[in-house]
């Protein structure tokens, strides 16, 4: 039987192989790992449990990584694997069709799957703004930062605390990339 510890410092070394040559968009290009371990703390800090903050950590293993859901099934657990896939996009989809599905299927998805989806983009939207990719014009931050709300929207019921930080990290971003109003 494993321990809690054991369960999460083997799904962070798992995560941290899977992504050694990963480096995030940002103008640091800082390491990949940085974004699960972000996301992680959000979850269970927001008081998320074990088989969130697990599928947190290795939530971009299947989509961003050579990892499968039968790897996942087979070091993990089914109920794992089953969860990173319920937050994996359909990657054989155009991104456009990805995003909207993404919205669509959100409040059918189990609260630990909109729990990560929540988390996720609010790591994304402080990225955006502390380590932005050099090409993204201010005019796709501000369409990525409002399709994420859209998508926390449709996710917000399975944790309003969460939901909450996520909108304060979107209305500090938004008045950056807005910048000061006029009177
Ligand atoms: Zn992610």
Redesign the pocket.
Known sequence: MQTDVQRLTKAFFFAAQKHTDQRRKGARAEPYLN?PAE?AELLASHGCDIDTVEAGIL??TVEDTDTTPEELASVFRQSTADLVMEVTDNTALPRAERKRMQIETAPHKSDRARNIKMA?RTSNLRSIINSPAPHWTTERKIAYFDESRQLVDNCRSANPALAETFDRTYAWGMSILKGPTAP
């Open positions: 974004h996301v939530h971009d996720d």
